[in-house]
Each structure stands twice: as structure tokens, then as C-alpha cells.
């Protein structure tokens, strides 16, 4: 006579038969998921840190270097400090397969290294949602904010969602040197390229009006695709909404690698996120 009891099924994840011990398999792995994407975090800053403690080191070790030099160590700190304290993003999805005892979650905390967020800003300007937002909080005053990210080679594309904008429309997107210093005007900063309000077009941070026949036409809730292309030294703005699209060539003489992104804003309330 075949015996009544049947045998549970293994847990996918762990050792354990399915039911209440199933949650020890997931548990784990989502725990190993969060110490993995946090530690990647923690390298970062670590690595960051044993450089700018090497270029201290050297200089004072050859007593050469000028105030140029202090301004850059200075900036270099301040974002060591700005990423210490900038909480990484984790994304939890609930796995959605068929029938599950426990539904699976999945930690997605991306490629620290590559994640794209602000974290410097001049003028009028604050940064929220972990460095995902810009929004200007003052009077009507120039304000720009940087991306901690820098670029040298291939290709990267990122968008940006207006979620609000003034009636005179005025947002600069495009790059800059990530040795030109931090200044409230960002569209005229030496080493700027990129698009503004009012039709303005901006090499090397000169005012190039309706170049290449740009028209600033944004609306709240537009999205903003810009492709930086550093093996081709040319960087591309596109409306998705109009579907208008501009392409700029980038003089790296002007413009030295590495790259950050540079959003500007003017008008109190304005408020830009970065999607991807």
C-alpha cells in the first residue's frame, strides 16, 4: 500500500521544504542583495578617499602646488563628504511568478558606480530624492547642480522630466569640464556646452543664439533625452515630446575630460528629475 505522505517540494532559494521555513531562503538572499549593493556604496567613497589622500600626500611630500591646486582638494573633499551621507537607492521588486508561497524580492540597487544623481550645486538651488532632484527654493537667481558621475569614453544617454517650469521657460541641460569650477551661472561657465532658454545655444560657455536652429520650446512635463557620445567628442539634446533634436560638437582643447552633466535653473519653484 503506497504511504499517504508526500514529499514538499525544496525551497528555491535554500535548503529548507517549502512552507514557513521557505522565508529562510529568501531572507538570506535578499539580505546577501542589500550587504552587496551597500558595500559596493562604501567602495566608492573608499576608493575616492585613498586618492584624494595620495594627491595630499605627494604634494605636501614635493611642497608644489598653488591655489588652483587647494581649490580643487577643497572641492574633491566636498564631495567625498556629499557622498558619504547620500544614501544609496534600493529599488524592491516583488517577483511576479505564478503562484508563489512567498513572493520573491529582489534588490536592485544598480551600478553604484554608474547610478546618476546630483550632488553639487551653486546659487539657488537644492537637491532631493537622494540626488535624483533639482528644485530652485530662493528668489529668481541663477543656480546650476552638477552630476557626481564623470565621463571619458563611450557612449551615455540620460533623461530628464521637467516637473516644473516657470511661464518664461528658462532650464540649461549639457555638460562641462569637471575642472571648471562651481559657479551659479552655469550656461557661462568656461568649458559649458549645451542648450538653454530663449533660443540660446552655449560653446565653451559663449551664447550662441538659434545655432543650429534651436528653438527652446519646453512645457512642464516634458522629457529631455541627452546623449553624450566622449568617443565622438559631440554631445545631443532631443525634445521627446516635439521630438526636436540638436547636435553640438565639443572641443576637448575647451572642454577636457572628464565630463559631468550640468543642469541650470533661474526661476523660483523650477524643478528638474533625472529618470535615467
Known sequence: MA??????????????????????G???????QLSNAFGEHMNE???SSASLTEELRKARNDRNFVDTDLKKWIEMLDKLKKDSIVLLTIDVIQD?????FISKIIINGG????????????????????????????????????????????QHQFRFKIEHLHTDKWIFFGIVSRDAPMQPLSYSTP??????????????????????????????NDIIELMIDCDRRTIRWTNQRTKNTH???????????P??????????????????
Open 3 to 24: 504511504s499517504s505522505t508526500s514529499q514538499k517540494p525544496t525551497c528555491a532559494t535554500c535548503i529548507y521544504a517549502t512552507g514557513t521555513s521557505r522565508c529562510h
Open 26 to 32: 529568501f531572507a538570506n538572499n535578499t539580505r546577501k
Open 45 to 47: 567613497i573608499k576608493k
Open 191 to 220: 568649458t559649458t556646452y549645451g542648450w538653454g532658454g530663449n533660443n540660446s545655444v552655449y560653446l565653451n560657455g559663449v551664447d550662441q543664439t538659434h545655432s543650429g536652429g534651436y528653438k527652446s520650446d519646453l512645457e512642464i
Open 111 to 154: 551600478d553604484v558606480a554608474s547610478k546618476v544623481v546630483f550632488n553639487q550645486t551653486a546659487g539657488s538651488i537644492r537637491i532631493e530624492d537622494y540626488g535624483q532632484v533639482i528644485a530652485h527654493d530662493q528668489m529668481n537667481d541663477h543656480g546650476t547642480a552638477r552630476s557626481k558621475n564623470e565621463y571619458s569614453s563611450a
Open 259 to 276: 565630463w559631468q552633466l550640468s543642469v541650470g535653473l533661474y526661476y523660483l519653484g523650477d524643478r528638474v528629475r533625472i529618470l535615467s
Open 96 to 100: 511576479n511568478a505564478p503562484n508563489p
Open 247 to 257: 547636435a553640438l560638437d565639443v572641443d576637448t582643447n575647451k572642454c577636457r575630460f
